[in-house]
């Protein structure tokens, strides 16, 4: 593990005070943060107005996602929209001298015959970011996104390894553990092909089925406590360098003390694993 960083989400994206009542505690081990950017300039304006406050963390990025489609077609309407999110993305990237941001591949669901055509306009669009990331010097990471239980399962486990083949070089990768859950990914496979590109992982759990971002720690959920630990002693082995990214969503139950032990607990773990 490089560095283990709190998403936003679980703060409903922008409630820094939560944020920082969760970071502090942990500082003196070094926690990062992950940030978001939407396509919405005034949230954006809001994060940014936060920069004082949180320029001490190392800080990664969500990049625009909500009411951004990467699968859409050029000079289309939703092309431009993207493109444009994304630009107001990688000032934001800047300004807080981030290390990495991460890309969802698309966002829609879609009918089976459409399948190849929205992989090729993903896959062009994605080449179009990546172009534009290099200019701005942004890394970053591509995500795996989608559900085959709901018409959004645009790239399958072996189209998301080869998908790399097709982007720019400089395009790395983030495995989101939840969505391959629910995909029922084989997790070795998949980190093992692409460890040269991982520099980053989502990690939340599920029922399964559903795409909840619960801790990784909580029981009664698909990934067992003795799962987590082998899958943490996968990401060791095969990318000791990436990422550890804990991406819980907005609930009473996941307080910042939870998140906090939560933390504690990948830090211990990442200790002997």
Known sequence: MNKLIVETYFASFENYDMLLETTQPLEDQGIGIELHAFNDDAFNRRALAQRNRLKKYYTTFHGPHMGVELASAPGSDGQKNALHAWEEAFKLYRAFDAHSIVMHTHQLAFRPQE??????????????????????????????????????????????????????????????????????????????????????????NNDGESDIHRPMFEEGLFYTREDTLRLLRIMNRYTPNADWILEYAPDPKTTPQVVIDECRQFYSYANII
């Open 115 to 204: 399948r190849k055509t929205l992989q090729k306009l993903s896959i062009d669009n994605m080449n179009i970011v990546l172009d534009m990331a290099k200019e701005a010097g942004a890394n970053v990471l591509v995500e795996n996104v989608g559900w085959h239980n709901r018409d959004s399962y645009l790239f399958n486990e072996d189209e998301f390894i080869h998908l790399f083949s097709q982007l720019r070089p400089w395009a790395k990768c983030l495995i989101d553990t939840g969505h391959a859950f629910i995909n029922r990914w084989d997790m070795e496979k998949v980190i093992s092909a692409l460890a040269d590109k991982i520099d980053g992982y989502h990690l939340h």
